[in-house]
């Protein structure tokens, strides 16, 4: 199985709200036991973001405990499965319509979570699909995992000389998306300034990127009454490992523009296929890989 997707990112805002420090939770007060463990989360976080790892002649720290993010995105995928099933080949396609989302992160210190909201839904549209995501962006280590929750695919399938199409109301998809990366030269380079604004890149860098894709997911496709075709569940997951090159380049008016290329070859890479005939296995194909 293969899925392509292709991510246009339009804008970024991102605002930070100054507050009190870490000392600023210590009163004489008596506190309980969950305020304890708060406060020592805090302090670990605090001293995290305070670190002095990096080249300040090429980028500063965003010191702010909280940080407010939205970013605008319009995305297309394609999800392609092909196989053999009781001697007969079959294969199904489903694509999902171009579509825009707006996502909303909250960041605290330097851990961050976020939520991609279609504005379909406020139309009575999309009311089924979702995104929520957990990342932290360090300038040396960092990931991000995401679960995408969608019943807007449609398309056709093949089983042997029979096609039918697959509506969108027949499709459920559910997702997990993980990433984690090293950058080498985390010292002037920040991959934070372009995903969060957790630095601010004062000269251009780049870096040579190691990266790691873990993706699983599963599809839920109904039998269509027309066609009279049985219910199928698909399930795949790969694990990658690659590497490439991101590059932050700063104009005089300290307006940035990053850029970045990363592959990953693909070293496992499978799934089955449930109907009412058993259960098949994907087989794995190699080579294949994952390029952000």
């Known amino acids: ?14 605002t930070a709200m100054s507050a009190q420090e870490a000392d600023s939770f210590r009163s ?5 036991g969950l305020a304890e463990v708060f406060i020592k989360a805090d302090s670990l976080l ?8 990096y080249d300040p002649q090429y980028m500063e720290r965003n010191l702010h405990r909280w940080s407010f993010c939205t970013r605008s995105n319009l995305s297309n995928t394609a999800l392609l499965t092909r196989g053999i099933n009781d001697e007969q080949k079959f294969y199904t396609l489903m694509k999902a319509d171009a579509r825009y989302t707006q996502s909303f992160t909250v960041g605290y210190r330097s851990l961050y979570a976020s939520i991609g909201i279609s ?10 699909n979702i995104e929520f995501s957990l990342s932290t962006n360090g ?4 990931g991000e995992i995401m679960y995408h929750n969608a019943q807007e695919y449609k398309g056709k399938a093949q089983m042997g000389e029979e096609v039918f ?28 300034a372009a995903t969060n604004q957790g630095y601010v890149q004062k000269k251009s860098a780049g870096s040579l990127i190691v990266s790691a894709a873990i993706k699983g997911g599963s599809s839920h496709i109904s039998g269509v009454k027309e066609v009279g075709n049985p219910d199928i569940d698909i399930s795949y997951a790969s694990i990658a490992l690659g590497g490439g090159y991101g590059y932050n380049l700063v104009f005089r008016n300290m307006l940035m523009v990053h850029g970045s290329l990363r592959a990953a070859l693909v070293l496992y890479n499978g799934g089955g296929v449930m109907n009412e005939g058993g259960i098949t296995k994907i087989p794995m194909s190699f080579p294949d890989f994952v390029i952000n």
């Open 1 to 14: 199985m293969k899925k392509s997707i292709l991510t246009l990112v339009l804008t970024v805002l991102c």
């Open 119 to 128: 504005p379909g839904i406020f139309y009575g549209r999309d009311n089924n």
């Open 28 to 32: 004489g007060r008596q506190r309980s």
């Open 165 to 192: 199409m697959i509506p969108a109301s027949a499709t459920m998809t559910k997702m997990i998306d993980g990433q984690a990366y090293y950058v080498l030269n985390h010292r002037k380079f920040s991959i934070s």
């Open 46 to 53: 605090y001293r995290y973001q305070h670190r002095a790892t």
């Open 139 to 142: 300038n040396m280590i960092g």
